[in-house]
């Protein structure tokens, strides 16, 4: 099956309320290890690119993986610019094939965000890509900009209701309270399921997302640890909120650190026990292993959409 939008996996997820998961990609490891979770659970899945994965990894190199990744698998995958900074990224994507982009613009005043968003949704509407937009600002790191803790601001419902109308934006990501990165909580994690109660009130067609949803697995962080890492007290968004973000109209869950820590944990493991290794293939592997292992677990059993493609 060719690249999917994510318009009939959203449609799908918003009746039979679960989420999909959006998982970022970096180079071929994260490609297969989350393409081959989501076709052993046999669910939809996003494949997700940001513009420093792109600047990283090279866009031609990343597309032919994603094709690579779709010709050997029989589930629908989406192809996303996360968190697109400009008009070109996003033109850039949409030209090269990817059938959805971030836009976000979430940092500029509401009227702003509108123009830049409206642009964007504009030219992407002309390819058949769909749209996601930002509005409310997530504490923590995304991409260049830093967020102190108190500028958080969650996302206004009334807002909310009003930028969709006027953007055309086809999924909005809100800010309930998590953020990017590994420490996303000081005290005792906590999601304003409230105010995304009240944006599905307004807007029940619109598909909503979440960034910065990585549970930072504690087993994994541990691991990281013990093997020479140095990431105390990192925290995450717990499972069983994940899953009740899903059944209560969340239909696209961002999910990088997780996947940074499972492969980073794994490469510690394997130098750490044996220092004369030195055949990438030796830690890759285990560490695309370890991914699967994480993937098909938030699939499963967080987000479920298993048997859903
Ligand atoms: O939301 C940000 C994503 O985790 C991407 O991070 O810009 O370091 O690739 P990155
Ligand atoms: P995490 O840092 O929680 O994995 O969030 C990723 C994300 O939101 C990508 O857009
Ligand atoms: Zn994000």
Redesign the pocket.
């Known amino acids: 099956m060719p690249l999917v939008t994510t318009k009939e996996m959203f449609e799908k997820s918003m009746k039979e309320h679960y989420a999909i998961g959006a998982f970022?990609i970096n180079n071929m490891e994260f490609i297969q290890a989350i393409t081959d979770a989501a076709e052993e659970a046999k669910s939809p899945v996003i494949l997700?690119v940001?513009s420093s994965a792109i600047k990283y990894a090279r866009l031609p190199y990343l597309l032919k993986n994603v094709e690579a990744a779709v010709e050997s698998t029989t589930i629908p995958i989406a192809l996303h610019l996360?968190?697109g900074p400009d008009f070109e990224t996003c033109k850039k994507c949409v030209d090269a094939g990817f059938t959805s982009v971030m836009i976000d613009a979430s940092k500029y005043d509401f009227e702003e965000n509108v123009r830049f968003t409206k642009e964007v949704v504009e030219y992407a509407h002309r390819f058949g890509v769909v749209v996601e937009a930002e509005l409310g600002t997530l504490a923590g790191v995304e991409d260049e900009v830093n967020v102190a803790d108190d500028d958080a601001k969650y996302t206004n419902p009334e807002q909310a209701y009003e930028f969709v109308q006027k953007t055309g934006c086809d999924s909005l990501a809100i800010a309930i309270g998590?953020s990017?990165?590994a420490y996303?909580f000081k005290g005792d994690a906590k999601l304003r399921f409230d105010i995304l109660a009240k944006v599905k009130e307004k807007l029940p067609n619109t598909p909503i997302v979440l960034?910065?949803?990585?549970s930072v697995i504690p087993e994994i962080v541990e691991m990281c640890n013990k093997y020479g890492g140095n990431i105390p007290g990192a925290k995450?968004c717990p499972d069983d909120m994940l899953k009740k973000a899903g059944q209560s109209g969340v239909s696209k869950i961002?999910?990088?650190?997780?996947l940074r820590l499972a492969m980073t944990a794994q490469i510690r493991k394997v130098f750490f026990e044996d220092p004369s290794v030195f055949d990438p293939r030796k830690y890759l592997g285990v560490a695309r292993e370890e991914i699967t292992k994480v993937v098909l677990h938030k699939i499963k059993d967080v987000f479920c959409s298993e048997n859903k493609a």
């Open positions: 970022n997700q940001s996360d968190h998590t990017h990165g996303k960034h910065g949803a990585s995450g961002n999910v990088d650190t997780d």
